[in-house]
């Protein structure tokens, strides 16, 4: 089992910057990759960043060249860095941990706002 709770989400303007931190906790050594997610209303769920066990980080074309994942040094926290950010950013943001021995499950965080506005 692992444990996720988002913080950092917000009102920003236009142009502006927001990190997002998930904290995870549980069985940490059974994680094999953290992702972000998000979701607009009316909108499906949309996988934002996602960085592996080894480092190797992915990102959607909507966000590439102005979002950064990373983690901290004890790896069990994710951090996405968000800048020159627009008002189409504006979603629930979800921290995602694929996890497991064998069995590889998703686990989500609770999400925080995002809103982008002037």
């Known amino acids: 089992q692992v444990q996720l709770v988002e913080s950092g989400g917000g009102l920003v303007q236009p142009g502006g910057s927001l990190r997002l931190s998930c904290a995870a906790s549980g069985s940490i050594s059974s994680i094999k990759a953290m992702r972000w997610f998000r979701q607009a209303p009316g909108k499906q769920r949309e996988l934002v960043a996602s960085i592996t066990d080894g480092g190797t980080t992915n990102y959607s074309d909507a966000v590439k060249g102005r979002f950064t994942i990373s983690r901290g040094n004890a790896k069990n926290t994710v951090y996405l860095q968000m800048n020159s950010l627009r008002p189409e950013d504006t979603a629930v943001y979800y921290c995602?941990?694929?996890?497991?021995?064998?069995?590889?499950?998703?686990?989500w965080g609770q999400g925080t706002q995002v809103t982008v506005s002037s």
């Open positions: 995602n941990a694929l996890a497991g021995i064998g069995v590889v499950l998703n686990y």
